[in-house]
């Protein structure tokens, strides 16, 4: 339990150890552990705002199909509405073209019937004198019962 | 057990406290002391062979393992021994941080030498107290003491070692502000300087006194406990059966390290059996407590168990008084740093 030499030679060896753990041990590890500590702390960072990320997309997308929706809704409206136009012009068109039909055909009738009646009028006037003619077996001067006649015949 | 066959007890534990010392004797001139008396003669002209070789082979088992870890430092996974540095590493850091307001790179590295290193060098007391010296003994080297940190001139030269950081960033830092602090501290007066100038002065050299002295004491008084049980060990041989066991029936005094090693593969052989499987927790340990008291007798093995329990309860003791020096270091650097 003599103090000696030996108190010196620990000083220096401590001094020495000292100086070999600042120099090639501490900042070494503590350099790498901090820049680890970064990294970590970085990526826990990174997934967060990726997660915040994904929930901004979803939210978009949701959005998104809303909007389409919406839209589709709105389309198919419009193509009912628009089928409905359709049929009903054609409709419309169906019942003008009826008519003009019918009008058409009820013209063409009239100009029959007139067709018949200038036919049968004069015919009727032919008939009536011949008739007349062999009622009275004689023979009467076409030329003055010519008017009574026509006359007759614009009656019918 | 130990060495030349020491007489008695007494001798076994002085043999025990006696380092290996290298010196200028008086007569004999630069010489290996043989025995106590001598190198008490050598007076400050020697050095403590063991102690200093302990102490730097334990420090440069610090820097290779710290240096090995450092080199595979890397920002990614760490792993191994890595993993194990980092842990102490961050442990000091924090410790560290507590207790140093100052802005200092030397503070943290001077912490982690010093908590790793005497943790290390307080280690060496957990090994069995006869193993070494009995091993050096027989390779030609009388005397060795393995636990540097149970020699004062160890722990107070890390103390001095201390001290004299503390005295420099004191003067460094405050400048004449530590002399006003030496000579006007506890009362503000100048009538009152030699008092003061006393009382801060015993103060300061406390400090590092206290710092070594503490450890020296508690390792000091540790070894010591390991050699008393030792001694009980010890005394059993040659009792008979029940005091020596077979070894002492058979071989007499004579040591026999072929019977001692025949123990010892029985008890590794249980405790193998054991670890894969064949044989019961209880079994093992009584069977090992069973070979023990064949080989060394009953009071060998309650020496053993004696031994065993001691130092579970030394691991605290080694850590925790690790850990003082190493915050007292900080703390009294944190105080050299404070300016008033």
Not at chain 1, 25 to 33: D, G, L, N, Q, R
Not at chain 2, 214 to 227: Q, S, V
Request: net charge negative; charged share 15%; hydrophobic share 50%.
């Amino acid at each position: 339990m003599n103090i000696n030499l030996t108190l010196f030679g620990q000083m220096v060896t401590f001094a020495f150890f000292v100086w070999f753990c600042m120099k090639f041990v501490w900042p070494v590890i503590i350099e790498a552990m901090e820049e680890r500590q970064k990294k970590i702390a970085d990526g826990l960072d990174a997934a967060d705002r990726a997660l915040r990320d994904l929930e901004l997309a979803q939210n978009k997308a949701t959005d998104q199909m809303k909007e389409a929706k919406q839209e589709a809704a709105g389309i198919i409206d419009q193509a009912n509405k628009r089928a409905n136009q359709i049929i009903d012009e054609a409709k419309q068109q169906a019942v003008a073209e009826g008519d003009r039909i019918k009008a058409a055909a009820q013209a063409d009738i009239e100009q029959e019937i007139n067709r018949a009646k200038e036919e049968l009028r004069a015919s009727v006037a032919g008939l009536a004198l011949a008739g007349a003619e062999k009622v009275l077996e004689a023979s009467i001067d076409e030329k003055s019962n010519r008017a009574l006649v026509d006359k007759l015949a614009a009656q019918l | 057990m130990a060495g030349e066959n020491p007489a008695s007890t007494t001798e076994y534990i002085q043999h025990h406290l006696t380092n290996l010392v290298y010196g200028n004797h008086p007569e004999n001139g630069w010489s290996f002391a043989h025995g106590a008396e001598e190198a008490a003669e050598m007076g400050f002209m020697a050095i403590h062979v063991d102690s200093m070789a302990w102490s730097i082979g334990l420090g440069i088992l610090f820097c290779l393992l710290f240096r090995t870890a450092a080199k595979r430092a890397t920002t990614g996974v760490p792993s191994g021994v890595l993993n194990f540095v980092e842990l102490i590493v961050e442990f000091i850091d924090g410790a560290v941080k507590d207790s140093f307001h100052g802005h200092n790179k030397m503070v943290a590295p001077l912490a982690l030498t010093i908590f790793v290193w005497i943790f290390l060098m307080n280690l060496m007391d957990l090994l069995p107290v006869d193993l070494v010296p009995e091993l050096l003994m027989l390779a030609g080297v009388n005397y060795q003491k393995i636990v540097p940190s149970t020699d004062p001139n160890i722990t107070l030269g890390m103390a001095l070692g201390v001290f004299i950081l503390m005295l420099y960033y004191s003067i460094k830092i405050k400048g004449t502000g530590f002399i006003s602090e030496l000579t006007m501290h506890p009362f503000n007066h100048w009538g009152f300087i030699p008092i003061n100038l006393f009382m801060e002065t015993v103060g300061l050299l406390a400090k590092p006194f206290s710092l070594g002295l503490r450890l020296f004491g508690n390792m000091y008084a540790g070894e010591m406990i390991f050699i008393l049980i030792a001694t009980m060990f010890a005394a059993g041989a040659g009792a008979g059966l029940i005091g020596g066991g077979i070894h002492a029936q058979i071989f007499g005094e004579q040591t026999s390290a072929l019977f001692w090693l025949a123990i010892f593969i029985l008890v590794c052989g249980v405790c193998g059996l054991n670890l894969k499987g064949k044989i019961s927790t209880g079994k093992t340990v009584l069977l090992c407590m069973v070979f023990m008291a064949l080989g060394g007798g009953l009071t060998a093995l309650g020496g053993g168990l004696m031994q065993w329990g001691w130092a579970v309860f030394h691991i605290l003791v080694i850590t925790l008084q690790a850990f003082i020096f190493m915050v007292l270091t900080v703390v009294y650097l944190s105080m050299a740093h404070e300016d008033h």
